[in-house]
């Protein structure tokens, strides 16, 4: 097994820390990170690629550091996209956590379908701070926020079921509505 050269773990480290600062960008503005079509002929191959495009035409040292990775080490696919995400994610909850403390938090959750029918959660913690403000901060990983905390509880959200109760009653007038329309 080859160990990497000081030059190596210096160039990987640079890289990185490029993908990360892209990844942040991107997350901090609540952007899409892929396109619709990625491939080498595209003309938009999504935010991420196009970012990281942008910034290797405006810093030429970074250009080829980036140019000349070896392509196991390019740091550029979904996958790798999703790894810096969910790093950026745990550090971000683990910072929220260490913000909290051994104070009392109440945890929101509440969930809702999006346009492809697909479950969404949204977790938000509520705490006073050091200063006495009021802090609202989004989650995604409310697992953790259970581990670190066993004694959070959870209260059901009653508007959630009324949503899903008028959602329904809505679907079935609207079929009646239509079938009386066209008995007529």
């Known amino acids: 097994?080859?160990?990497?050269?000081?030059?190596?773990?210096e160039d990987y480290r640079a890289r990185i820390t490029i993908m990360l600062g892209i990844a942040k960008f991107l997350l901090l503005q609540a952007l899409a990170f892929r396109g619709h079509d990625e491939s080498s002929s595209s003309?938009?191959?999504?935010?991420?690629?196009?970012?990281?495009?942008?910034?290797?035409?405006?810093?030429?040292?970074?250009?080829?550091?980036?140019?000349?990775a070896p392509g196991n080490n390019l740091m550029t696919s979904p996958k790798i996209q999703k790894q810096l995400c969910k790093a950026c994610a745990q550090m971000t909850t683990k910072a929220i956590i260490d913000d909290i403390g051994g104070r009392q938090f109440a945890m929101l959750v509440d969930e809702a379908r999006d346009a492809s029918i697909k479950e969404?959660?949204?977790?938000v913690l509520r705490y006073v701070n050091n200063k006495g403000q009021v802090i609202e901060r989004f989650l995604g990983l409310q697992r953790r926020i259970l581990d670190e905390n066993p004694y959070a509880f959870y209260i059901?959200?009653?508007?959630?079921?009324?949503?899903?109760?008028?959602?329904?009653?809505?679907?079935?007038?609207?079929?009646?509505?239509?079938?009386?329309?066209?008995?007529?």
């Open 120 to 123: 969404q959660m949204a977790v």
């Open 43 to 68: 003309k938009n191959k999504g935010n991420f690629l196009e970012m990281l495009k942008w910034y290797k035409e405006k810093d030429e040292k970074a250009a080829k550091l980036l140019d000349n």
């Open 156 to 184: 059901h959200c009653c508007a959630h079921q009324l949503q899903l109760v008028v959602v329904s009653v809505a679907k079935c007038y609207s079929l009646f509505w239509i079938s009386l329309t066209t008995s007529l």
């Open 1 to 9: 097994m080859a160990t990497a050269s000081k030059k190596e773990e």
